[in-house]
């Protein structure tokens, strides 16, 4: 290092927190240098679990042949998209059409920058939290940036001047702004329980009593659903849905660019994996033991909790790719009435659930610890069996068929019959066999 | 409800996503850790091929070392997709055989009644099926060709069942 760099490094004591602007520049470019190198890597090595994990519920071996075990089959398909033709529709929209995968990639890539990974590494600068940015409104910015991912999509299908490609672009933006929104109403109660919008906070209120996905069980389910809408994977893959769009909003993208959709639906299934981790279980909290965030930070606690935060993203990832080889898609208006009828209400509900609670035990002088979240989880128990098991009888998760009120159907009936009442007399006499009574209706 | 969509009434009380996507996702998962696959492996593991599979030809050879063919010329009539050439010689001792045979594998339905029609058992085809060429000319198999095949020969009927029951 030269001395005008190392001038900017004061030396101050490993355990306090680092300050200095030369110390803050270097760790952060570092940081960002780990991180996106491991996150590529890492998107890398997903293209070919999704593959291997498929392979292997369908009964399958799944890529074996580059590299011992397949594990080279990425770099072989990244060479293979490299070396392919790029081709651009002549009707296509050229500007939009090439920045349209990396807006796509971007925000994914982008909300990592406030997502703490380890527990603070002492250095003989100082402690260095293990977070790119650790920004006050860290969750906010994670929220505004994963809203920005839709544009990609919209704008690639709209740029690419095709029916199919329009399409999905079209189901995209009706998909991804619906489930936004109880996505954020899902994290409020996450925020009131931890008070502040920062990763790091909401991390640290975990490690001090029980993880949200205990706390807050409901409000996990929704935003998992709705996490899984927003990254257009199964069941919520009507964006691209091969079987009736071809591949929807990338049907007219090929080689490179095509992979940087794959790398951003990859991206943003980490992403949201982490943000999973993060919000409901404790990010890179060790559960039970409380080592790890005490005060004399050590390198092997970093790591400790650098590999935690790992094994837990990767569980979310391996269950996004469980559910994917799983459950079939989702009819349209199921995903349209499951967002707004049925999730949306509940976030609502819960939120106000959870504040009353929260009201309550707070009202009762119960300090925030283990007593306050085993009563937050009994709450949650309750309501976990009134929805999944009493109420769950077709009534409200199941989207699979659209029911009827029988008012509704006597009414149809009625228009129905009416209706032929009213062309008897214009029929023509003789003008073919006669229909069999208009009884047959939409219940068919 | 989306227009036109087949709407039907089913009974609530026994209709549930969750339970059911929970359902789907254990059998998925048991799939998943369960080590017999389906797959063989192909280019180091092959499927057996049963005893009557009718594959590549093959020339059987008399002990020292020449076609059994005695250019009768009884398969070349029999064959119905008229794919074996076959043009007979003779030597001084009176004996037939064949100057030239061939069979054309590309043209061939390989419905084994060469081998079923010949009296001397010389041409069979073969429990054999990787047979692929860069040309057309490359499936027309010589009788060198014929003679050097080593792979096993078809039964024509399974040994154990030879009525066919």
């Not at chain 2, 078809?154 to 040994?159: A, I, N, S, V």
Request: glycine share 8%; net charge neutral; aromatic share 10%.
């Amino acid at each position: 290092m030269s001395a005008p760099v190392l001038m900017l490094l004061q030396v101050a004591s490993r355990q306090v927190e680092a300050t200095g602007t030369g110390v803050f520049l270097i760790s952060t470019l570092v940081k960002m240098l780990v991180v996106f190198t491991i996150y590529m890597v890492g998107v890398a090595m997903l293209t070919l679990a999704e593959r291997k994990i498929s392979a292997w519920i369908q009964d399958r071996h799944g890529p074996n042949r580059v590299g011992p075990h397949g594990l080279l089959q990425p770099a072989a398909d990244g060479l293979k998209n490299i070396m392919k033709e790029e081709t651009y529709p002549d009707a296509a929209y050229k500007p939009l059409f090439i920045i349209a995968p990396a807006m796509a990639f971007i925000p994914a890539l982008t909300a990592w920058a406030v997502i703490p990974f380890a527990s603070p590494l002492p250095t003989r600068w100082g402690l260095i939290p293990m977070v790119v940015a650790d920004l006050p409104i860290g969750f906010l910015f994670i929220l505004a940036l994963t809203s920005l991912g839709v544009y990609g999509i919209v704008l690639a299908g709209w740029a690419s001047n095709n029916k199919y490609s329009l399409l999905g672009g079209l189901r995209s933006s009706a998909q991804m702004v619906s489930y936004e929104i109880a996505m954020g109403l899902s994290t409020i109660p996450v925020l009131l329980l931890a008070g502040n919008v920062t990763l790091s906070v909401i991390i640290d209120q975990q490690a001090h009593g029980l993880y949200n996905i205990l706390n807050l069980t409901i409000a996990f389910f929704i935003f998992m659903v709705a996490a899984f809408a927003e990254t257009n994977r199964l069941p919520f893959d009507l964006p691209e849905a091969e079987s009736e769009l071809i591949a929807g909003y990338h049907t007219e993208y090929s080689a490179m660019k095509f992979s940087f959709f794959f790398i951003a639906e990859y991206a943003n299934m980490v992403t949201a994996s982490a943000l999973m981790a993060t919000m409901f279980f404790g990010g890179w909290d060790i559960p039970i033991s409380g080592w790890e965030n005490a005060a004399p930070y050590t390198a092997l606690k970093t790591v400790a909790t650098a590999l935690m935060f790992a094994v837990k993203v990767m569980f979310f990832i391996f269950v996004f790719m469980w559910i994917r080889w799983t459950l079939p898609r989702f009819r349209y208006d199921q995903l349209m009435s499951l967002g707004w009828k049925f999730m949306l209400p509940l976030a609502l509900g819960y939120i106000v659930v959870i504040a009353s609670v929260m009201l309550g035990l707070d009202a009762s002088g119960i300090e925030y610890g283990p007593l306050y979240g085993l009563a937050l989880f009994g709450v949650n128990l309750a309501l976990v069996m009134i929805l999944f098991v009493m109420v769950d009888h077709g009534r409200i998760i199941s989207p699979s068929y659209g029911r009827l009120d029988p008012r509704e159907l006597e009414k149809l009936r009625g228009k129905r019959q009416r209706s032929a009442l009213a062309r008897r007399p214009d029929a023509k006499p003789a003008a073919g066999p006669t229909k069999p009574a208009a009884t047959a209706g939409v219940t068919r | 409800m989306a227009i036109n969509v087949k709407v039907v009434n089913r009974p609530t009380g026994d209709v549930s996503y969750v339970r059911s996507a929970l359902k789907g996702m254990a059998l998925t998962f048991k799939h998943m850790v369960d080590p017999h696959k389906v797959t063989i492996q192909y280019p180091e593991e092959k499927h057996s091929l049963s005893a009557r599979w009718r594959g590549t030809h093959r020339m059987l050879t008399t002990e020292d070392g020449k076609a059994k063919c005695v250019a009768c010329g009884l398969c070349p009539t029999v064959c119905p997709s008229n794919c074996i050439k076959l043009v007979p010689g003779e030597d001084e001792n009176g004996n037939r055989y064949p100057l030239i045979f061939e069979i054309d594998e590309f043209r061939c339905i390989f419905c084994g009644y060469c081998q079923e029609v010949c009296p001397e058992e010389a041409i069979h085809l073969g429990r054999h099926y990787e047979n692929a060429e860069y040309s057309r000319e490359g499936f027309v198999y010589d009788l060198e060709r014929l003679t050097a095949q080593t792979h096993p020969v078809t039964e024509l009927w399974d040994p154990e069942d030879p009525k066919g029951q």
